[in-house]
């Protein structure tokens, strides 16, 4: 729905090809392996200092935090408090919250249909994708909101039907934005406000923009 959405085609990628195309620079998961069951699950960090990892879900099937408590032992100084800590320490893995049909992804919070994020929040229809807020139908996103059907944005909100968006704003039907605010239907801009049919910086009737839009689009896809 993202593909055709944007460039008007069927999704011609898998999975594995989009994400190398499309999120090939945004920190994704990591598999790792349940220290009890062995069974593969997947975290945002695997860098524990004791590489312990444990599935969210069966961290909580396991018992109360009260079942986790070790029986008191003598502490002689900070190499006693250390040799302890990595007995006990581990990282949950997958963790969800208020959240359905999440699978390899960690931090997610109030969303639904989410793979392969990290810290995801009330959010649906997620792919690929580093910290976002109440977006949906999107991937490629770092540390945006509010984006709908959009492609590779960072650091953006109020993002629509667009794609590769930067540090903006209100940008809705627009390719190749940076630094700029209440876009729509805008190419390769940057540091310009309220504008529309515009690229490079540069004011463009209606029909000369969608001339060249279609040749952007196939562009994006062919390369």
Not at 36 to 48: C, D, F, K, V, Y
């Amino acid at each position: 729905k993202i593909v055709g959405e944007l460039f008007g085609l069927q999704n011609p990628y898998t999975l594995e090809q989009f994400a190398a195309k499309f999120a090939f620079d945004i920190r994704l998961t990591t598999e790792v392996f349940d220290m009890i069951t062995g069974e593969s699950t997947w975290t945002q960090s695997n860098r524990g200092s004791t590489n312990k990892f444990m599935k969210f879900q069966n961290v909580l099937d396991a018992g109360s935090m009260e079942d986790w408590m070790k029986p008191k032992r003598e502490i002689n100084g900070m190499e006693d408090i250390l040799k302890y800590w990595q007995e006990c320490e581990l990282t949950a893995t997958e963790r969800a919250l208020n959240s359905i049909n999440v699978a390899k992804s960690d931090a997610v919070y109030g969303s639904q249909n989410i793979y392969r994020c990290i810290d995801i929040h009330n959010s649906k229809n997620v792919v690929f994708s580093e910290t976002s807020h109440d977006s949906e139908y999107s991937a490629g996103l770092q540390r945006s909101n509010n984006c709908v059907f959009s492609l590779r944005v960072d650091d953006s909100g109020n993002v629509s039907k667009s794609f590769q968006v930067s540090w903006s704003k209100n940008i809705s039907n627009c390719f190749f934005i940076k630094d700029s605010s209440n876009l729509s239907d805008c190419m390769f801009c940057s540091q310009i406000n309220d504008k529309r049919f515009c690229i490079a910086n540069m004011q463009f009737t209606e029909e000369e923009y969608r001339k060249w839009e279609k040749v952007v689009k196939a562009w994006i896809l062919s390369n």
